[in-house]
Nanobody, 120 residues
Framework: QVQLVESGGGLVQAGGSLRLSCAASGSIFSIKVMGWYRQAPGKQRDMVAV???????SYADSVKGRFSISRDNAKNTAYLQMNSLKPEDTAVYYC??????????????WGQGTQVTVSS
């Protein structure tokens, strides 16, 4: 019913920047929350940043001041601007969305993930 497609991952040197995008499509009435999570090898998936449709944002302590999440509600798209990247930011980054569906009901969806690798 709803698909999330991430893009923008890749390989970057420490101190560099990347911008991830997540585009949602399908039977969407509205998206209450869009967020980014990451999972490094052998570790659990953790929240990186989330943004509500009202403009509120929340960040993991490890990325505060370096990462910025934004949304284009008209395009059902979220972005994650990542600056001053560190090797410990290396992970698969996943987009997630809490969606109110057409014609009704709420559900959560995940993207397929995009690899971010930061070399030292």
């Amino acid at each position: 019913q709803v698909q999330l497609v991430e893009s923008g991952g890749g390989l970057v040197q420490a101190g560099g920047s990347l911008r991830l995008s997540c585009a949602a499509s399908g039977s969407i009435f509205s998206i209450k929350v869009m967020g980014w999570y990451r999972q490094a090898p052998g570790k659990q998936r953790d929240m990186v940043a989330v943004a509500t449709d009202g403009g509120s944002t929340s960040y993991a302590d490890s990325v505060k001041g370096r990462f910025s999440i934004s949304r284009d509600n008209a395009k059902n798209t979220a972005y994650l601007q990542m600056n001053s990247l560190k090797p410990e930011d290396t992970a698969v980054y996943y987009c997630a969305a809490a969606v109110r569906l057409r014609p009704g009901g709420d559900s959560e969806y995940w993207g397929q993930g995009t690899q971010v690798t930061v070399s030292s």
